[in-house]
């Protein structure tokens, strides 16, 4: 069984940094790794995403462009390394991970808030 295992979320302030991690139970190949952001009444959005060759991609917002920074290592770690935290940046952050079917983390919440 396939588990996608987060690291414990955080609380900064404004212009702070936090590292979120991920972790796969297998060494299942995802074809495709993200990570997605949830706020309460609204739907799921993916922030960024970095495939089998580490290409990766950010949202479309510029809200996190040049802020926030997706890795993976060889070993299914997806890490999102997220600078100059904002207080819209709070949320709660899945890792998702894409191998013909969706596998997803159990959520960690970021609190940005002075």
């Known amino acids: 069984q396939v588990r996608l295992v987060e690291s414990v979320g955080g609380f900064v302030q404004p212009g702070g940094f936090l590292s979120a991690s991920c972790t796969a139970s297998t060494s299942i190949i995802f074809i495709v790794m993200c990570w997605y952001r949830h706020a309460p009444g609204k739907q799921r959005d993916v922030v960024a995403a970095?495939?089998?060759?580490?290409?990766?991609?950010y949202a479309d917002s510029d809200s996190v462009k040049g802020r926030f920074t997706i890795t993976k290592d060889k070993a299914n770690t997806l890490v999102m390394q997220m600078d100059r935290l904002k207080t819209e940046d709070t949320d709660v952050y899945y890792c998702?991970?894409?191998?013909?079917?969706?596998?997803w983390g159990q959520g960690t919440q970021v609190i940005v808030s002075s």
């Open positions: 998702n991970g894409k191998a013909g079917w969706d596998y």
């Open positions: 970095i495939d089998a060759n580490s290409q990766t991609k």
